[in-house]
């Protein structure tokens, strides 16, 4: 008589990492996998504290990953964070059929709907600076490569991921123009720039040739170690140069009041729709998806976008 084995039970590592794999597969972008794996990782720790695991997530044991996220002191958004990198995994292992149903979308509605609002905090506002903010920010930069690195930021609205994939060939400057690298989050791949940030690109491309600098590196920006620079680096600039110069206090965790890479973007946004871009130009520069009906049969001509781009750019005057 020969004896069945029963099957070895998924751990929470080989279930976080068969996630991250098909998560790529979907097209997840990198800081999102990275958020989810990070968060994933440390409830993983906690569920493995108590015996459990992924798969054994119920609406019971979502109360006391909840109050295991509540002890730690995190905010609100932080709290949400933990339960979408939950629901993504739970989402997965349903899918995969592991799980009969994700619980957490319930779970969040009827304790986390209200939460931000119970907490009485106001995340959602991002830092809006004015012109003669951003000309400070800029104008007190003295490094070549942050100047460049800020005025693409600012005239461009790109993505800090998008900023940092920037090729030395992507960059045109006969049309004004950046070609991106494919993004998840990007539907349109071109943006413009104006003579302001032309004249900062040409002033570190001069200065980037002193840089020791790794073989054949293709990298528009890099950091000091030769290679194209990294998210933090790029992180570090923007909030070093906003706390030098006064604009943001020195380790501000208000998201009303710090200065970020992202803030640039609303900065961009905010500012062409103010000189009076047309909202679908300001959405086709920045990339957004174009869904409904109409956009099918509305063909937008990129010359058109530049010449009101440069027409409704803000001029810092630097």
């Not at 080989?14 to 968060?39: C, H, K, N």
């Not at 319930?106 to 995340?123: I, N, T």
């Not at 494919?182 to 003579?195: A, I, M, W």
């Not at 609303?266 to 920045?286: A, Q, S, V, Y």
Request: aromatic share 8%.
């Amino acid at each position: 008589m020969t004896l069945a084995i029963a099957p070895l039970r998924p751990t929470n590592a080989s279930l976080l990492e068969s996630f991250a794999e098909d998560a790529t597969l979907r097209g997840l972008t990198t800081e999102s996998l990275r958020a989810y794996l990070s968060y994933g990782g440390i409830l993983a720790e906690f569920l493995a504290s108590r015996g459990k695991g992924f798969l054994d997530v119920d609406a019971d044991l979502l109360k006391d990953v909840l109050r295991y996220v509540l002890s730690r002191n995190v905010k609100a958004k932080t709290v949400r964070a933990y339960f979408s990198a939950l629901s993504a995994v739970c989402d997965y292992l349903q899918y995969e059929g592991l799980l009969p149903v994700n619980p957490v979308p319930p779970f969040r509605k009827r304790y986390l709907r209200d939460y931000k609002k119970r907490r009485g905090e106001d995340e959602g506002v991002r830092r809006l600076l004015t012109v003669e903010e951003m000309r400070l920010v800029i104008g007190s930069t003295l490094d070549s490569r942050d100047r460049a690195m800020l005025y693409v930021l600012a005239k461009t609205g790109v993505r800090r991921e998008e900023l940092i994939a920037m090729d030395m060939n992507d960059v045109d400057f006969v049309a004004g123009a950046i070609r991106l690298k494919p993004h998840p989050k990007r539907s349109n791949p071109l943006v413009f720039f104006d003579d302001e940030a032309a004249h900062a690109l040409k002033a570190w491309l001069r200065a980037r040739e002193e840089y020791a600098l790794a073989p054949g590196e293709p990298a528009l920006f890099v950091g000091q170690h030769g290679g194209r620079l990294r998210r933090q680096g790029v992180y570090e600039a923007v909030v070093c140069q906003a706390v030098a110069c006064g604009l943001q206090a020195a380790g501000e965790k208000d998201s009303g009041r710090r200065v970020t890479p992202h803030v640039f973007r609303h900065f961009f946004t905010t500012m062409l729709r103010r000189n009076g871009m047309p909202r679908e130009f300001i959405k086709w520069l920045r990339g957004d998806a174009r869904n409904e009906a109409i956009d099918v049969y509305d063909h937008i001509d990129p010359e058109e976008v530049r010449k009101a781009y440069l027409a409704c750019a803000p001029r810092l005057g630097l």
